[in-house]
């Protein structure tokens, strides 16, 4: 067990619906890093937020949006839902930058 | 542009050998490598890393060995056990311990025979 928890573990929705993932670091961790597996991708990076701030970003699409609350929980919103964005979504959190990420156990996401 | 490359999709071992996993590279920007270790239904777990300052590290039974030259990273499992059996992740970063976030290879499969 990482310390890292995702919710929900598994999600179903149909295409151009809106989702929440939410995922909470371990204690103490003050940045988290939301990656997603495809088949096809592999792990890819989407974005980063260290004490509330974004701080990086990698391959997010324009219907993706994150944010870190005060209390550092961090939540994953996916717009206008497409079929391509079914995938396994990781959640990691380390305790300052540059340190080895740990991950938590993924959201699946299922697009019908 | 895939720059993190794990060319072998799987490997299989049998118990007590050794297993030598490979990952190649082609950002020489990067600075820092990391193993990740993954079980189904599970998130990747967190191996081994090493600075690119550095040509080897080593932990209990995993040593990962780094050629900057030819952009060459391997981790090698000595000796293999039945529950090393899973997906292993070869990551990349531009800073130590993935500061913007890790570039992550497509894995290899491990396969520990009895």
């Known amino acids: 067990d990482s310390g890292v928890t995702q919710t929900p573990k598994h999600l179903i929705t149909a295409t151009g619906q809106r989702v929440t993932l939410r995922c909470s670091p371990r204690?103490?961790?003050?940045?988290v890093y939301w990656y997603q597996q495809s088949l096809d991708q592999g792990l890819q990076f989407l974005i980063q937020y260290y004490n509330g701030e974004e701080r990086a970003k990698g391959n997010i699409l324009e219907r993706f949006s994150a944010q870190q609350f005060p209390d550092l929980h961090s939540e994953l919103n996916l717009s206008s839902l497409e079929l391509g964005d079914s995938a396994l979504y990781f959640c990691a959190s380390s305790a300052m930058r540059g340190n080895e990420q740990f991950f938590g156990p993924g959201t699946r996401l299922t697009v019908l | 542009d895939q720059q993190v490359k794990q060319n072998s999709p799987s490997l299989s071992v049998q118990e007590g050998r050794i297993s030598i996993l490979n990952c190649d590279y082609t950002n020489s920007m990067f600075d820092y490598f990391l193993w990740y270790k993954k079980y189904p239904a599970e998130g990747p777990t967190f191996l081994i890393s090493?600075?690119?300052?550095?040509d080897k590290n080593e932990d209990g039974r995993f040593t990962v060995f780094l050629n900057k030259s030819a952009k060459h990273l391997s981790l090698h499992i000595v000796p293999s056990q039945p529950g090393d059996s899973a997906v292993y992740f070869c990551?990349?970063?531009?800073?130590?311990?993935?500061?913007?976030?890790?570039?992550f290879g497509k894995g290899t499969h491990l396969i520990i025979q009895p």
């Open positions: 204690s103490g961790d003050l940045s």
């Open positions: 990551a990349a970063s531009l800073r130590r311990g993935g500061a913007d976030g890790l570039t």
């Open positions: 090493i600075s690119s300052i550095k």
